[in-house]
């Protein structure tokens, strides 16, 4: 099993974006992710931007997969999907059933991201069929669905995503853009404010959700670590950490000298496991 790094899923800076992601190239992290797949509307880099990354990234010896929008609302949306599928270089990560469509249609190669709700066999076969390489496992579900699922062996490869915080749903609304009292439509892209999300606490002030412009996550970073010796015995192919800074770079390293090594875990007010064991997603188990 290898370590992937998943998409930036925040909105920061142009230049901190770059920075970003040539700190990443100087690392040892085989598969990077690259892409806007939360918000359009967060226009710092444009896609001429995240391509020329993805061309660094692979001249400094990286598998680059180019991700796309979890949530495709509008028809200038689609034209920016083709614009991806169309860079003869990269395949996609589709996170959208509309970028599924496209890839097939064109006979392209495509990983199947967690946004999209593959719950059984029969529908992963069917995207296989279609062209998908490898797919990413629903965050909601579990180490004993996955052993049913990928029984026997299948010929494609399997992700999981293992650390960083968990992409829960997506909305037609900008609840960032609604705090401020802002519309979506004059949103000002106030999620660059929050380079981590917004954390959204109950009455007695517990840490729930975190808000992330039309994305909601949650509070708490899952965090699989321990599991990395179980999921290799599993057949899992690729352990996904989801960046929430640089310090993801130096715990995807970590993770890559360390392979089936014993981890330290975050602990549980920091952490969720909760899903992977079949029990609430927000529940840390040791």
């Not at 992937?4 to 142009?14: A, N, T, V």
Request: charged content about 20%.
């Amino acid at each position: 099993m290898n370590i992937s790094l998943g998409p930036l899923l925040y909105c920061w800076p142009k230049v901190q974006v770059q920075a970003f992601y040539r700190e990443v190239a100087d690392s040892t992290i085989p598969l990077v992710y690259l892409g806007e797949a939360v918000c359009s509307r967060r226009r710092q880099m444009k896609f001429a931007d995240y391509l020329a990354l993805a061309l660094e990234l692979k001249d400094a010896g990286k598998q680059v997969v180019l991700s796309t929008l979890a949530l495709i609302e509008a028809q200038s949306e689609l034209k920016e999907l083709k614009k991806q599928l169309d860079n003869g270089e990269f395949i996609v990560e589709a996170n959208d059933m509309a970028a599924v469509g496209m890839a097939r249609e064109q006979g392209l190669p495509f990983v199947c991201g967690a946004s999209i709700n593959n719950y059984n066999r029969a529908s992963l076969e069917k995207l296989h069929q279609w062209g998908m390489q490898r797919f990413v496992m629903p965050i909601e579900l579990s180490k004993m669905w996955l052993q049913k699922v990928t029984a026997p062996a299948p010929n494609f490869e399997i992700e999981v995503l293992g650390h960083g915080y968990l992409p829960l749903a997506h909305s037609a609304r900008c609840f960032t853009a609604r705090h401020q009292g802002l519309a979506k439509d004059d949103c000002q892209t106030v999620c660059i404010k929050h380079p981590k999300g917004l954390v959204a606490q109950t009455q007695e002030q517990q840490p729930l959700l975190r808000l992330n412009g039309i994305q909601t996550q949650s509070a708490a970073r899952c965090d699989l670590r321990r599991e990395i010796p179980e999921m290799k015995r599993m057949g899992v192919d690729w352990f996904r950490v989801s960046p929430d800074g640089h310090d993801s770079i130096a715990l995807a390293e970590s993770l890559l000298q360390n392979a089936g090594s014993e981890v330290d875990a975050e602990t549980g007010k920091e952490a969720c496991n909760g899903y992977w064991h079949g029990a609430p997603g927000m529940v840390y188990r040791r």
